[in-house]
Nanobody, 121 residues
Framework: VQLQASGGGLVQAGGSLRLSCAAS????????MGWFRQAPGKEREFVTA????????LYTDSVKGRFTISRDKAKNTVYLQMNSLKPEDTAVYYC???????????????WGQGTLVTVSS
C-alpha cells in the first residue's frame, strides 16, 4: 500500500482544514487507517484511527469533539476533518495503514510522507 497525504497548510486558530490520504492498491478496505502527528522537537503521537470497515474509531483526548476521521472506500481515501484548530495542533501529520486499529505506531506498516499543518495564534 502506498499512501499520499495532502491538505495541510496555514490556518488561523479556530479555523478548519481537511486532510486527505489517498491509498493505492485494491486492498485499501482491508486496512485500518490512522493519523499521527509530530510537532517540532517532539515525538510522533497518535491522533485518530478508523477500522477497516469504518465502524470503529479512536481519538486522542486532545482532539475529541474537534477532529473527525472518515474513509471513502470508493475513493481509497481516508480523511481527517479538523475544526476549531489550535496552535498546539501545529505539526506534520502522517497517515498510516495497518492490519488492526491501534494507537501504537508500530502496528502500522505503511506510512505516507506527511503534510504540514500550521495554526497561527
Amino acid at each position: 500500500v502506498q499512501l499520499q497525504a495532502s491538505g495541510g497548510g496555514l490556518v488561523q486558530a479556530g479555523g478548519s482544514l481537511r486532510l486527505s490520504c489517498a491509498a493505492s492498491g485494491r486492498t485499501f478496505s482491508s486496512y485500518a487507517m490512522g493519523w499521527f502527528r509530530q510537532a517540532p522537537g517532539k515525538e510522533r503521537e497518535f491522533v485518530t484511527a478508523i477500522g477497516s470497515r469504518g465502524g470503529s474509531t479512536l481519538y486522542t483526548d486532545s482532539v475529541k469533539g474537534r477532529f473527525t476521521i472518515s474513509r471513502d472506500k470508493a475513493k481509497n481515501t481516508v480523511y481527517l476533518q479538523m475544526n476549531s484548530l489550535k496552535p498546539e495542533d501545529t505539526a506534520v501529520y502522517y497517515c498510516a495503514a495497518g492490519l488492526t486499529i491501534s494507537r501504537t505506531p508500530i502496528t502500522y506498516g505503511y506510512w505516507g510522507q506527511g503534510t504540514l499543518v500550521t495554526v497561527s495564534s
